[in-house]
Structures are given as C-alpha cells and as structure tokens.
C-alpha cells in the first residue's frame, strides 16, 4: 500500500490518505474518504448528536502539507501535524 493523493469534494483541496488512515478504513469497512481532514469534521460539526462544545482550529500539517483541525489555536513559527503524520512520528 503506497499513499493516495486524493481531492476534497467539499473544497477543492488536495490532501493525502497515508497509509496508516487507509488501514484504518478499510478495517472499518469504510471507501476512501471524498472529503479532506477539515471538511469531515465540519460535516461531522453539522450533526448535533456529533457535535461538541470544544473549539477546535483550522490549520496545515507540516509534513503533508494536508489541511487538519486542531484542538489548540497553532502558534506562529511552531509545527503543527494531521492525526496521520504525528502517529507515524
């Protein structure tokens, strides 16, 4: 299994479905993902069963360059990794 360079349908976005994520999903049962990182979370946000008091931030994976959410606001200069770069470590 190699990465997938895959486009938001939502934003227009390109992002990349590591590995790792694909697994993921296909152990759930789950086809690959149409929307990017944000976009699911903001679809997940529009369900109020789903939806949480917590504030989460927009902001852009160093390693992938993929967009992500970000439960603290991400500081000028400091990195920032998506759920998928900071597992692989």
């Given amino acids: ?7 938001c ?4 976005t390109d992002f ?3 590995v790792d994520e694909q697994k993921s999903f296909a152990d759930l049962g789950h086809s690959d ?17 789903r939806a ?7 902001g852009v994976c160093n390693d992938c360059n993929s967009p992500t959410m970000l439960p603290f606001e991400p500081k000028p200069g400091k990195k920032v990794f998506c759920r998928s770069c900071m597992r692989r470590g």
């Fill in 1 to 7: 299994m190699i990465a997938k360079d895959l486009n």
């Fill in 9 to 12: 349908r939502d934003c227009g």
């Fill in 16 to 18: 990349v479905f590591h």
């Fill in 33 to 49: 993902p149409v929307r990017c990182q944000v976009c699911r979370f903001k679809k997940k946000q529009q369900n109020p069963d």
């Fill in 52 to 58: 949480t008091d917590k504030e989460f931030f927009e």
